[in-house]
């Protein structure tokens, strides 16, 4: 009877600042930004110090897709809690994704980790910002530099599993440094494919019409006209597409980037110049016949080259990477990590890829060569079963059956593959039966060929199953990043005790250290509303503490004789004093007399 609104929706008036911040998080951890935003918001106002308040409003911004509003509320977290490593590797997720401040991002979780040196969370920011820009290097050794702190970090495993593979960024031809709007240079890179897209499927049908025509109907003077008429369309086609391109000076790094945006490029440009040199040819009688394989080799460049290029780039992506390595590193984190399942998934179909490509290779080089040299392909499998078992051992609830049924087809060809060369080999007469062991190897080759063309089948039935439902395909498209929240942990809080004693302290020790040790010297403090210490210390503590900013503040109540506190944090020159941001508060009684023995 007596409970109010505002008990009902769990908004109590009554609740410290504390109090809120803890409700934000556990309405983030479920799923309910906006309100988490509310709460926090309720934190702040109460207690305007509180730099856990400002991260937790930076937090739920950002997870309502709000990156703008989200850099305001990080900043005044940091400007508050300066020493703060969750402030710092806050401010560097939202940077991160603010076009033109991706050195602040990188410099702000270098400091995160240079406070909090053993917690993994910087080095997994510091591996994520390499990974966005396709530094897969450096991006392994953050990972595995956070994994020798936590090896049951779940983001880093994931996130390492992708530098291993060479995984390609979402927007593979922007450079996240760059100070343009990705969206500018997304516009810039539609309109160049668009472009190359036209230009090529323009002129394939072209080539093709005016093949026809001269051929079949006798009509080559005319196609080659039109043909001219194809090379006149294509001047407005290539001035509407090159004004949609509004960031010409970015154009050539953004080819360098994205190599296949570049090949799609030149590839049309070529594309034209084959086509005009190709009419050229053809319309020429005074050239010498000797030409004529030119002529015809033009025309397939023209035809050939865009379905030439699909297949090249089909091949190279399957051997980008070390894909089992990958699979080793996500294996624990599978259980708790929707996304490591699903990069293991790809990753796997990867690994069928080139198994698959492999054995196509071999058992086409057996039989124009050698057919006993498709023995070999017994082995060939191996890799592509070995980690889908592993897959399967190590997690109960994940499963591809088109996955299952293209694995093991390829086992079956391999060996049928092999025993056709075995048994259509030369010396193969020297113990069977002339017409039993071709009888033999022919259906052997039959079981083999019709197993890998049975792979094929699958992997494109899946491609289209996952196309229809807008899944995740088999492909490197498909693979995630893990990114998952951080710092919204609480800050450390100063009771009532512990800011008494700095209060009344007659003499307080600040430890820090040096080149040549531990020292300790006199300071003078006072305890901020937000909860940091301010020094005043002697100078030459300064320059120590420069490079090494984690210290060690003691005092002694006067008070109560026996209470002492020791705060444990980062410390950073503001004017002419340290600010102190507490990482770590301890506290306790010395002895009395009555517990001397």
Same mark, same amino acid.
């Given at each position: 009877? %007596?409970?109010?609104?505002?008990?009902?929706?769990?908004?109590? !008036? $009554?609740?410290?600042?504390?109090?809120?911040?803890?409700?934000?998080?556990?309405?983030?951890?479920?799923?309910?930004?906006?309100?988490?935003?509310?709460?926090?918001?309720?934190?702040?106002?109460?207690?305007?110090?509180?730099?856990?308040?400002?991260?937790?409003?930076?937090? *739920?911004?950002?997870?309502?897709?709000?990156?703008?509003?989200?850099?305001?509320?990080?900043?005044?977290?940091?400007?508050?809690?300066?020493?703060?490593?969750?402030?710092?590797?806050?401010?560097?997720?939202?940077?991160?994704?603010?076009?033109?401040?991706?050195?602040?991002?990188? +410099?702000?979780?270098?400091?995160?980790?240079?406070?909090?040196?053993?917690?993994?969370?910087?080095? &997994?920011?510091?591996? $994520?910002?390499?990974?966005?820009?396709?530094?897969?290097?450096?991006?392994?050794?953050?990972?595995?530099?956070?994994?020798?702190?936590?090896?049951?970090?779940?983001?880093?495993?994931v996130n390492l599993g992708l530098a291993l593979?060479? #995984?390609?960024? !979402?927007?593979?031809?922007?450079?996240?440094?760059?100070?343009?709007?990705?969206?500018?240079?997304?516009?810039?890179?539609?309109?160049?494919?668009?472009?190359?897209?036209?230009?090529?499927?323009?002129?394939?049908?072209?080539?093709?019409?005016?093949?026809?025509?001269?051929?079949?109907?006798?009509?080559?003077?005319?196609?080659?006209?039109? @043909?001219?008429?194809?090379?006149?369309?294509?001047?407005?086609?290539?001035?509407?597409?090159?004004?949609? &391109?509004?960031?010409?000076?970015?154009?050539?790094?953004?080819?360098?980037?994205?190599?296949?945006?570049?090949?799609?490029?030149?590839?049309?440009?070529?594309?034209?110049?084959?086509?005009?040199? #190709?009419?050229?040819?053809?319309?020429?009688?005074?050239?010498?016949?000797?030409?004529?394989?030119?002529?015809?080799?033009?025309?397939?460049?023209?035809?050939?080259?865009?379905?030439?290029?699909?297949?090249?780039?089909?091949?190279?992506?399957?051997?980008?990477?070390? /894909?089992?390595?990958?699979?080793?590193?996500?294996?624990?984190?599978?259980?708790?990590?929707?996304?490591?399942?699903?990069?293991?998934?790809?990753?796997?179909?990867?690994?069928?890829?080139?198994?698959?490509?492999?054995?196509?290779?071999?058992?086409?080089?057996?039989?124009?060569? +050698? !057919?006993?040299?498709?023995? *070999?392909?017994?082995?060939?499998?191996?890799?592509?079963?070995? %980690?889908?078992?592993?897959? =399967?051992?190590?997690?109960?609830?994940?499963?591809?059956?088109?996955?299952?049924?293209?694995?093991?087809?390829?086992?079956?060809? *391999?060996?049928?593959?092999?025993?056709? @060369?075995?048994?259509?080999?030369?010396?193969?007469?020297? #113990?069977?039966?002339?017409?039993?062991?071709?009888?033999?190897?022919?259906?052997?080759?039959?079981?083999?060929?019709?197993?890998?063309?049975? &792979?094929?089948?699958?992997?494109?039935?899946?491609?289209?199953?996952?196309?229809?439902?807008?899944?995740?395909? /088999?492909?490197?498209?498909?693979?995630?990043?893990?990114?998952?929240?951080?710092?919204?942990?609480?800050?450390?809080?100063?009771?009532?005790?512990?800011?008494?004693?700095?209060?009344?302290?007659?003499?307080?020790?600040?430890?820090? @250290?040096?080149?040549?040790? /531990?020292?300790?010297?006199?300071?003078?403090?006072?305890v901020t509303s937000s909860g940091e210490l301010?020094?005043?210390?002697?100078?030459?503590? #300064?320059?120590?503490? +420069?490079?090494?900013?984690?210290?060690?503040?003691? *005092?002694? $109540?006067?008070?109560?004789?026996?209470?002492?506190?020791?705060?444990?944090?980062?410390?950073?020159? $503001?004017?002419?004093?340290? =600010?102190?941001?507490?990482?770590?508060?301890?506290?306790?009684?010395? /002895? @009395?007399?009555?517990?001397?023995?």
């Open positions: 009877m %007596g409970t109010d609104e505002s008990d009902k929706t769990g908004n109590h !008036p $009554d609740r410290s600042s504390r109090e809120w911040c803890e409700e934000a998080l556990t309405r983030l951890n479920a799923g309910r930004p906006e309100s988490a935003l509310d709460a926090a918001r309720r934190a702040a106002d109460l207690d305007p110090g509180s730099e856990w308040a400002h991260r937790l409003i930076s937090l *739920a911004h950002e997870r309502l897709g709000r990156e703008a509003e989200a850099v305001p509320a990080a900043e005044r977290a940091v400007e508050l809690a300066r020493g703060s490593w969750q402030a710092r590797l806050r401010l560097a997720a939202v940077l991160r994704r603010t076009p033109g401040r991706w050195a602040e991002a990188v +410099e702000q979780a270098e400091l995160a980790r240079k406070f909090a040196p053993e917690e993994p969370s910087p080095e &997994v920011m510091l591996g $994520d910002l390499a990974l966005l820009r396709g530094e897969h290097a450096r991006a392994e050794r953050s990972y595995r530099a956070a994994l020798a702190i936590d090896p049951g970090d779940p983001q880093a495993r593979l060479r #995984w390609d960024r !979402p927007r593979p031809h922007h450079d996240p440094a760059w100070p343009v709007d990705p969206r500018e240079t997304g516009r810039a890179r539609r309109a160049l494919e668009v472009w190359s897209r036209q230009v090529r499927l323009l002129l394939a049908v072209a080539a093709l019409g005016i093949a026809a025509c001269a051929l079949l109907l006798d009509r080559g003077t005319e196609a080659r006209l039109g @043909g001219c008429a194809v090379l006149l369309l294509l001047v407005p086609l290539t001035v509407r597409q090159a004004r949609r &391109v509004g960031v010409w000076p970015y154009v050539g790094a953004m080819l360098g980037r994205d190599p296949w945006l570049g090949v799609s490029v030149v590839s049309a440009a070529l594309s034209v110049a084959a086509f005009a040199a #190709w009419l050229l040819l053809g319309a020429v009688r005074v050239l010498p016949s000797s030409l004529d394989p030119v002529w015809a080799g033009l025309a397939g460049i023209v035809v050939l080259g865009w379905p030439a290029l699909a297949a090249v780039r089909v091949l190279a992506e399957s051997w980008r990477g070390r /894909p089992l390595r990958a699979l080793a590193v996500t294996e624990p984190a599978r259980e708790s990590e929707r996304t490591a399942r699903r990069n293991a998934g790809v990753a796997l179909w990867i690994v069928l890829g080139r198994t698959w490509s492999v054995l196509v290779t071999l058992v086409a080089g057996a039989l124009v060569v +050698e !057919p006993g040299a498709a023995v *070999a392909a017994v082995v060939v499998p191996y890799p592509v079963v070995r %980690g889908y078992l592993r897959a =399967r051992r190590r997690a109960r609830h994940w499963g591809d059956p088109w996955l299952a049924a293209a694995t093991w087809l390829v086992v079956p060809g *391999a060996v049928a593959c092999a025993a056709g @060369g075995l048994l259509g080999a030369t010396w193969a007469a020297e #113990w069977a039966p002339g017409w039993a062991a071709g009888w033999a190897a022919e259906w052997a080759w039959r079981i083999g060929l019709g197993a890998l063309a049975a &792979v094929a089948l699958v992997l494109a039935l899946r491609g289209l199953q996952a196309w229809w439902r807008g899944g995740p395909g /088999p492909w490197r498209s498909s693979l995630l990043m893990c990114d998952l929240p951080v710092g919204a942990g609480p800050s450390v809080a100063l009771n009532p005790e512990v800011r008494q004693t700095f209060s009344y302290a007659r003499s307080i020790v600040l430890s820090y @250290g040096d080149s040549l040790g /531990p020292r300790v010297a006199g300071a003078v403090a006072s301010r020094l005043i210390a002697e100078t030459a503590a #300064w320059a120590a503490i +420069e490079q090494d900013p984690r210290v060690a503040v003691f *005092a002694t $109540d006067p008070l109560q004789r026996r209470f002492w506190v020791e705060v444990r944090g980062i410390a950073r020159a $503001d004017s002419d004093v340290l =600010r102190v941001t507490p990482k770590q508060v301890l506290f306790g009684e010395f /002895p @009395g007399r009555h517990q001397r023995r």
